[in-house]
């Protein structure tokens, strides 16, 4: 279960931490500030749901090697990188590699904040698409094989008694099994059947 979501700023220097902080708070926006990648790998798990709004260069482990820990933890949270102007090109490089954006200091606040909604929009949309999927695997792993035998002729558009022909099976089984299949399905028609699987992926 996803947590509320908040932007986990993390960044050695302390004013701009309790600048961060302070903006953020004064948009009504929660956050939490972290002082060093360390401790933000320390809290990181799973559950975290948001943004990330990571200083590119830290005493200690920098942004880009704490950046390179949450890929290799599959984390899905948008990291925003903050920073200096000789690291731009290098900020550039961490968007093909799946940041979401980057900010160069001095930071423009309204910009800053726009952008951390979009990451937290975008973040709360896939944790959706991914709480469909789920849900909708978990429903198909509750299926006999003889239902699933019958969701995909049915999503295909076959009729009960072509079903009942090609499975050699009387019509009223088919009724039975289709039945029990909308059931676990959470489903009232062959269509709504169709869309809840192209969701599902």
């Known amino acids: 279960m996803s947590l509320p979501q908040q932007a986990y700023l ?27 990648a360390e401790s933000f790998l320390a809290a990181w798990h799973k559950d975290m749901s948001g943004c990330v709004v990571l200083d590119m260069r830290m005493s200690g482990m920098s942004g ?3 950046f390179d820990h949450l890929r290799e933890r599959q984390s899905t949270l948008p990291v925003i990188f903050l920073t200096g102007h000789g690291d731009v090109p290098l ?3 961490t968007l093909k590699n ?21 990451a937290m929009a975008l973040d709360a949309r896939q944790r959706a698409a991914n709480a469909t999927v789920d849900s909708v695997k978990a429903r198909i792993s509750k299926l006999t094989t003889r239902e699933r035998q019958i969701m995909e002729l049915v999503v ?19 009724e039975v ?8 399905m959470q489903v009232k028609t062959a269509v709504e059947l169709a869309n809840l699987l192209k969701s599902g992926g």
């Open 98 to 118: 799946g940041a979401f954006d980057f900010f160069e200091k001095p930071l423009h606040d309204n910009e800053l904040v726009t952008r951390i909604e979009e």
């Open 10 to 36: 993390v960044d050695d220097d302390e004013a701009i931490r309790d600048a961060l902080s302070w903006l953020l708070k004064s948009r009504g926006m929660p956050c939490t500030a972290f002082d060093s």
């Open 64 to 66: 880009l090697d704490c």
């Open 91 to 93: 900020a550039v490089a």
């Open 177 to 184: 099994h289709r039945a029990n299949l909308f059931d676990k």
């Open 156 to 174: 295909a558009g076959k009729f009960n008694k072509v079903i009942a022909d090609e499975l050699n099976i009387s019509m009223r089984t088919v």
